[in-house]
C-alpha cells in the first residue's frame, strides 16, 4: 500500500529520528565500505533519508563530525573498561583497547586519529592515564609530559595501521612482503647490519611492533619515577 502521509510530515518524522549517534553510525558504515573520501553531507542525507542540511543541524560543519568520530573511537576504546589497581597494567589496557578500536575502524581512524576530541570520553581516559602515572611516581609537568606522550605514542602507532589496513591487498601484501623477499636478498658485504637481522624482520608482526613500543614507554616510566624518587629523598 502506498504511505498517503503528505510528504512534509513524512520529513518531520524521519527528522524525528535523525540523532547525532546516528549520523555518526552511518558516517563509520559510509568510510568502512566505501572509504574517507566518501563522507560528504550530501551522502550523509542520502544514506539517512534526509536533505543534507538536516545533517547540518547537528553538526556545525565537517570538523564538528570528525570530532564527533573522535569521540566515538574513544568511547569504544572506554566500553568496559575498568582501572586495575596497578598503573602499568592499567596503562597498557588502556593503551592496547585504543588500537582494537582504531583496527576495528581505519578508514576512521587514520582520518582523526591525530584530532583532539574535547568530549567526556576524552577527559575519562585523560583523568584515567595520569591517575595511573601519579601512581607510577611521576609529578607535575613530567607526569603531563608522559600522559601527553603515551597518547602520541599510542594514536600514532594506531593511524599508521589503520592506514596500512586501507590499502588494497596487493598493496598490502607487497608491503608486508618486503620484508621476507627484498632485505633478505640484499648483499651482506653492502649492508651488513642488516643481514645479521633480516631473518627477524621478516618475523616481526604488527602486534610485536606495538607491544615493544608500548613496554619501553612503560620501562621509561618507571626509570623517571624512580629518579624522582631519589631525587626527593636526596
Known sequence: MTDQTPAPVRRRRSLGFLTPDRIVDAAME?????????????????DLGVDHTAVLR???????LLLALTHRLLVESLEGFAPSAEWRATLADLARRVR???????????????????????????????????????RGREAASCYRALVDITLAYSAFEATQLTLSDDAMAG?????????????????????????HLADVDAEDQFEVALELFLDAVELRADRADRADRA
Do not use: Q, S
Open 30 to 46: 559510509i568510510m568502512e565500505r566505501d572509504g574517507a573520501e566518501a563522507l560528504t553531507f550530501r551522502r550523509l542525507g542520502a
Open 175 to 199: 608491503d608486508r612482503g618486503a620484508w621476507r623477499r627484498d632485505y633478505l636478498a640484499l648483499p651482506p658485504d653492502r649492508y651488513p647490519n642488516i643481514a645479521a637481522v633480516a631473518p
Open 100 to 138: 582494537r578500536a582504531c583496527r576495528a575502524h581505519p578508514h576512521a581512524a587514520a582520518l582523526v586519529a591525530g584530532r583532539t576530541a574535547r568530549r567526556d570520553a576524552e577527559f575519562a581516559g585523560a583523568d584515567i592515564v595520569l591517575g595511573a602515572l601519579l601512581d607510577a611516581g611521576l
Open 58 to 64: 547537528h553538526f556545525r560543519g565537517k570538523d564538528d
